[in-house]
């Protein structure tokens, strides 16, 4: 919380440095990998459960507003949206005999405040731009295995970056293309009784796409 207040403060204070100030609203689609380094196995009582990753993208939404602030063909753009994002999960129960017998893939929604703050450089109606993201998870995704002796942590705070190019139509409509990253490792955690903790997601990756409007 502490960063993204530091950078919400550094927006408030350089806003009167920028001459040319527009707003606008914008929405788009995302597509997401997520990542595991291995196949996690864990064990409650007499049972024991395999989990993985489903690898494959995932779509997700978002929308929100956004200023511009613009000087000599500079300008900083500090946004607030709302984010969905799905990750999936084969979670198997795994029998004494080695054996699997096969669950349902379980799927988490993440439902998240995401505050961009990029810095772009125009080149006529192109633009490229690159900057800090912070992140509030809002939503309490499923847990993945529905057993009193596990319970799902989550990193509820989380700072990531965006990089990408844009495009300007008639200084009204907005197009941007970029990548999102993630700066720090698992955000999704198992954790047992007795503490112990199985990081379930490696830094996920997405590219965003949005079109916004402007005023």
């Known amino acids: 919380m502490k960063r993204i207040i530091v950078i919400a403060l550094v927006v408030l204070v350089s806003i009167p440095a920028f001459s040319q100030f527009k707003f606008g609203l914008k929405a788009g689609v995302s597509t997401t990998n997520l990542s595991m380094a291995d196949l996690k196995t864990v064990t409650s009582g007499n049972t024991s459960y395999t989990v993985d990753a489903v690898t494959a993208a995932k779509y997700g939404f978002h929308g929100g507003a956004f200023v511009r602030l613009t000087l000599f063909g500079i300008y900083l753009q500090p946004e607030l949206l709302f984010t969905t994002r799905t990750n999936e999960y084969t979670v198997n129960q795994l029998n004494a005999n080695g054996s699997l017998t096969l669950l349902p893939v379980v799927k988490q929604n993440f439902n998240k405040l ?14 490229v731009n690159a900057g800090p993201v912070g992140s509030l998870l809002i939503n309490s995704p499923k847990a993945l295995i529905s057993n009193p002796d596990y319970k799902n942590n989550y990193s509820r705070i989380t700072i990531g970056y965006q990089a990408g ?29 007795t503490g112990t903790k199985f990081n379930l997601d490696d830094r996920t990756n997405a590219f965003v796409f949005s079109l916004g409007l402007m005023f």
């Open 114 to 127: 995401d505050f961009p703050v990029m810095l772009g450089l125009k080149l006529g109606p192109l633009r």
């Open 165 to 193: 190019l844009g495009f300007d139509l008639f200084n009204i409509l907005t197009f941007d293309l970029r990548y999102e990253g993630n700066l720090k490792k698992y955000q999704n955690q198992i954790q047992n009784l």
